[in-house]
């Protein structure tokens, strides 16, 4: 109980729970003006990468051994997707497989550990993926990444890199990610594609679900939210909350820069601030004055090792 009553009193709760909750009501309200007029989507069953000639499309999905991310990798795979799990987990990656495959045994998975909060384990997962694909009798390319894996972070921590694990874990992984991968991503023979589902750089935004992401605040408090969210009808399962998900991912391939929300091919306008240029344009370059200042501090430490 102490703990509950300290959380509430902090700056990091009223920073999450009150914002958040004040975004997704706006982003209800949003489609609730727009009823059907929005649907941006073919439906979310059939695969813009399907081709005759038999091609398996690869996808990646980062935060694969939990929620959002497990339900997302049932879907893909289910549709045809050689899925590639990447978790931080051996023991929870080998169990997310395991489920998939009780289900569909004729699925095509592979896992990778990585945490991608550190720079050093994306670099290394690059190398692994590549060469994994040359090994592999696939095309050494990607068609989807979905940047999912994130954290809601109650008190504030550093990564050994010493940057913030919340910002590091639902921003720069993504950021760094798509830049380690964009070579593999544009090699695709077919239009290949990112998702961002991460708090900070939403593209497909699921809306309120059910999983492990308020495992950080008490279990009093997760526990009276999910009541609460449930008794609005605005709790979703994981596999009802991933349609957005797939929405975004199996979006004819022209599609670009569309915020996904609410299932059904939906969309709604992002925030005001998202269409702010001028701040676009700052993030991009702190971002990537970051991903080089990373990089170039891996360079030194592989050289020293
Ligand atoms: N649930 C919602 O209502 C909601 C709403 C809006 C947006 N989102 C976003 O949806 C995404 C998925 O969240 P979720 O709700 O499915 O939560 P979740 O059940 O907690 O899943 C998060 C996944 O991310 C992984 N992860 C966290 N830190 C990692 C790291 N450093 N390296 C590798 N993997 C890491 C977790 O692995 P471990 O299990 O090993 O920790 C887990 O597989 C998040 O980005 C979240 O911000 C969720």
């Not at 690059?126 to 979905?146: D, F, G, R, T, V």
């Not at 109650?154 to 050994?160: G, V």
Request: charged share 15%.
């Amino acid at each position: 109980m102490k703990a509950a009553l300290e959380f509430v009193t902090s700056m990091e709760f009223w920073r999450m729970a009150v914002l958040w909750a004040f975004y997704l009501l706006i982003s209800y309200w949003k489609l609730f003006l727009q009823p059907n007029s929005n649907s941006n989507s073919r439906p979310s069953n059939s695969s813009p990468w399907t081709s005759p000639s038999g091609f398996r499309p690869v996808c990646v999905i980062t935060g694969a051994t939990s929620g959002l991310g497990a339900a997302a990798a049932h879907a893909l795979s289910a549709r045809g997707f050689f899925v590639v799990l990447v978790g931080r987990s051996s023991h929870l990656l080998a169990k997310t497989i395991m489920d998939i495959k009780t289900q569909n045994e004729n699925v095509h998975l592979k896992a990778f550990e990585v945490d991608v909060a550190s720079f050093h384990s994306l670099l290394q997962f690059k190398a692994s993926l590549q060469q994994w694909l040359s090994n592999s009798e696939m095309h050494p390319s990607i068609q989807l990444l979905i940047n999912n894996a994130g954290i809601l972070a109650t008190s504030s921590r550093l990564t050994s890199q010493g940057y913030d694990q919340m910002m590091a874990t639902n921003y720069l992984s993504a950021f760094s990610l798509s830049k380690l991968l964009l070579p593999l991503l544009r090699n695709s023979p077919v239009p290949s594609r990112i998702v961002n589902v991460t708090s900070f750089t939403h593209r497909s935004d699921p809306g309120v679900v059910e999983t492990n992401i308020m495992r950080e605040v008490p279990s009093c408090l997760s526990g009276l939210a999910f009541i609460v969210l449930k008794l609005l009808g605005l709790l979703q399962s994981p596999e009802i909350g991933v349609s957005s998900i797939l929405d975004a991912a199996l979006s004819p391939p022209e599609t670009s820069g569309v915020y996904y929300f609410g299932g059904k091919g939906r969309t709604v306008d992002s925030s005001v601030l998202s269409y702010n240029a001028k701040l676009g344009e700052e993030l991009w370059d702190a971002s990537t004055h970051l991903f080089l200042e990373s990089q170039l501090a891996s360079k030194e430490t592989f050289t020293s090792e």
